[in-house]
Every structure is written in structure tokens, then in C-alpha cells.
């Protein structure tokens, strides 16, 4: 897969639909930064707007799930996180399962197939991981919230990194056919994500729980859910209305989880 030398607002912005360039606020561009999440956490703070987006070449304290670092090489891959307020904090479950569809959503529009979710926010390809999403939000007195949605996708990657302590994949490996480029694929992402962020509380995870259904690769495995300091094994049963995890334990009691983060082989 083609590489572009260096992030282009240009070329991002001529690939953007005229939907998602509407919902664009601010578009920020760095060589180099501690992470993009934590970057637009603070300007959330500074009453930035709805829409304000940035990505970087390289993130050098990048937030991955359970306080992990996301290990995040120069200009590899794809780094980035946009800011979207909310004005209910209490219609945001399911969001992240929904910016997964999105980023599937795109993906196949580029012809890349073998894609799957797994819950609650994680790409996958051959039981390897492609990307990550982490959603931060901060909830307000007055029921309102902000919410920075960050993602990152492996797009060309060493085999034999030693920080990467689970399996992991990249497009160059999976789709070495393809022929977008970096720029352009994070707009084929932006039109995905931004649309379905902006309407979610309109629509809910409602809207896509069939269609994340469809890429459920942990549907029927057997896996460990850890949940804090707890370890809770059993074959997973999908997930329901909601976004939540079922999962059947070993002792036959079918339960649901809302947070966690799970362990199973391919």
C-alpha cells in the first residue's frame, strides 16, 4: 500500500464529501505530538466547538485501552481524534461499537475485505488487531457532554515489535492491493465518523446494531473478559440492544457487561 511522505491538508481536504467539510470546525495537523486525544481533551476544556479534528505524524504518549500506550512509529500509521459535544451525556452507549461500523464502513469502500469488530473497540483481521478506538468523555453539570473519539490504524508495520505484547496486523499486509493513500484514507474515514457521531443522538446505536453484528469476530469463541481485577471466562453470545457483551460463563448464568476488555484466540 502506497504511503503519502507526510499529512496534507490539501489532499485531505479534497477527498472530505461536502457533508463532512461542513461538520469540520477545525482541522489541525502535527508532526508530532504526546496524543491526539489528550490534545483535544485539553482544548475541551477551552470551549473549542463540535468538529475540531487533528492528526499526527507521530504520537509519542499515544492512550491505548487500560492505560496502555498505543505504540505509534513516524508516519506509519494513522493517528488521529476529533472533539463532538453532546447535549445529552445519557445517549452516548454504543457510540464507540458505532465509530467501528464507520471505520469498517470505509474500509470496505476501499475494497479491503476480512475486517471484524471486536467489542467494544477494536478492528480486526485474521484474529489480529488493524486499529483501536478510544472515546474519552467528560460529562457536564448540565447534562451535557464532550467527547473525543480517537482511532489508529496499523497501515504499514514492523513484524517484530517488542512492545506489541498481542498479535497484531496492517493494511500493507492485508490489502497490499490498495491504492489510497494515507491523506486520502483519513478522509474516507472522516466522512464515515463524523457523519455518524453528529447524528447519534438522534439515531442511537440502534441504527447500527445489525450491521456491527455482521463483524462480531468474537461471536460463539471462547474468551477472558477482565473486568478490573477480575477474571471472568465463558463463550461469548454477541452482543445486545445496547452494545453490551453477553456472555455465557462457565457456570450456565448468561450475563451482560458494559465495560471490559477481552482475551481469545483466533
Known amino acids: 500500500m502506497p504511503r503519502d511522505l507526510s499529512l496534507s491538508q490539501h489532499t485531505i481536504h479534497e477527498n472530505l464529501t461536502a457533508v463532512t467539510k461542513a461538520l469540520i470546525s477545525e482541522l489541525e495537523l502535527f508532526s508530532e505530538i504526546d496524543s491526539t486525544n489528550t490534545h483535544l481533551m485539553t482544548r475541551a476544556q477551552t470551549q473549542a ?20 500506550q498505543w505504540i505509534s512509529p513516524q508516519g506509519q500509521n494513522i493517528y488521529g481524534s476529533f472533539l463532538w459535544r453532546f447535549s445529552d451525556a445519557s445517549n452516548l452507549n454504543g457510540l464507540s461499537l458505532a465509530i467501528g461500523v464507520g471505520v469498517i464502513r470505509a474500509l470496505k469502500k476501499q475494497g479491503v475485505s476480512n475486517l471484524g469488530l471486536k467489542w467494544a473497540n477494536d478492528i480486526y ?71 455518524i457521531t453528529a447524528m447519534f443522538e438522534k439515531q442511537g446505536f440502534a441504527a447500527y446494531l445489525n450491521e456491527w453484528r455482521e463483524y462480531d469476530c468474537l461471536m460463539g469463541k471462547a474468551a477472558t473478559l477482565f473486568v478490573g481485577s477480575q477474571q471472568i471466562q465463558g463463550i461469548v453470545q454477541g452482543i445486545d440492544e445496547n452494545g453490551l457483551l453477553k456472555l455465557l460463563r462457565e457456570d450456565g448464568e448468561l450475563q451482560t457487561f458494559a465495560s471490559g476488555e477481552v482475551s481469545f484466540s483466533a
Do not use: W
Not at 487533528?54 to 491505548?64: D, L, V
Open 49 to 68: 466547538p463540535s468538529g475540531c479534528v487533528c492528526f499526527s505524524e507521530m504520537q509519542i504518549a499515544g492512550k491505548g485501552r487500560r492505560g496502555r
Open 125 to 195: 483481521s485474521d484474529g489480529k488487531k488493524l486499529g483501536g478506538i478510544l472515546i474519552e468523555v467528560t460529562t457536564h453539570s448540565d447534562g451535557s457532554a464532550s467527547a473525543v473519539v480517537g482511532f489508529g490504524l496499523n497501515l504499514q508495520l514492523p513484524s517484530n515489535i517488542e512492545a506489541i505484547t498481542q498479535p497484531y496486523t496492517d493494511l500493507q499486509t492485508i490489502a497490499p492491493d490498495m491504492k489510497v493513500e494515507r491523506n486520502a484514507l483519513i478522509a474516507h474515514l472522516l466522512n464515515e465518523l463524523l457523519p
